[in-house]
């Protein structure tokens, strides 16, 4: 007999099979599966793509029957908790619209529905309108596009020469140009 080792090769099946008890069973707990079954983890994701962003320096354009009403910069914007919703810091608003004159619009924070058209400013809310030297001042101030009605649903205070007026409420319709005021208002002149 020669000792050739592919004659050899044939015990090494027989080795692991003779010695198969020893070996098999650590082998096998290794190889179990543990932790159990969670179909959860198995099941695909609703993964909507979200659109987030927070962005310096904003410049937003109103427009309405493709004339330019609004023009609202921000220092900073930012996507809110809901679709559709902008949250911005130190806004600044120009109102162009049908007015003879711009009315300029500030405040230190504001939220600009994109679905609805409706801006929200809040936070020490100056309205100014240059020529005619009026001050509106409130700490919330909302425009709501589809009616064309600026609420301020808080206390406002207007300043002019020779009059300041305190109210509860105050609504402005841009189409009428007219000012309804309500709760508690006061003129002095």
Known sequence: MSRNPRNLLWLLPLL????????????????????????????????????????????????????????????????????????????????????????????????????????????RVKVVKPTKDQILLSERLEYDDADKMLVSPGKVTITAPGMKLNAGRMDYDFSTEGFEFSDRVRVNL
């Open 16 to 123: 692991l099979f003779v010695t198969s008890p020893l070996w098999q069973p650590p082998l096998a707990a290794f190889l179990t599966p543990r932790g159990g079954y969670n179909p959860n983890l198995v099941q695909p994701r609703d993964e909507s793509p979200t659109q987030n962003f927070i962005m310096d320096a904003v410049a937003i354009t109103m427009t309405s029957n493709g004339k330019e009403e609004w023009q609202i910069d921000a220092a900073r914007a930012y996507t809110g908790e809901r679709e559709h919703e902008i949250l911005m810091e130190e806004v600044s608003a120009i109102y162009i619209g049908d007015e003879k004159e711009p009315i300029n619009i500030e405040s230190r924070s504001g939220l600009y529905l994109i679905d609805k058209r409706h801006l929200i400013l809040t936070d």
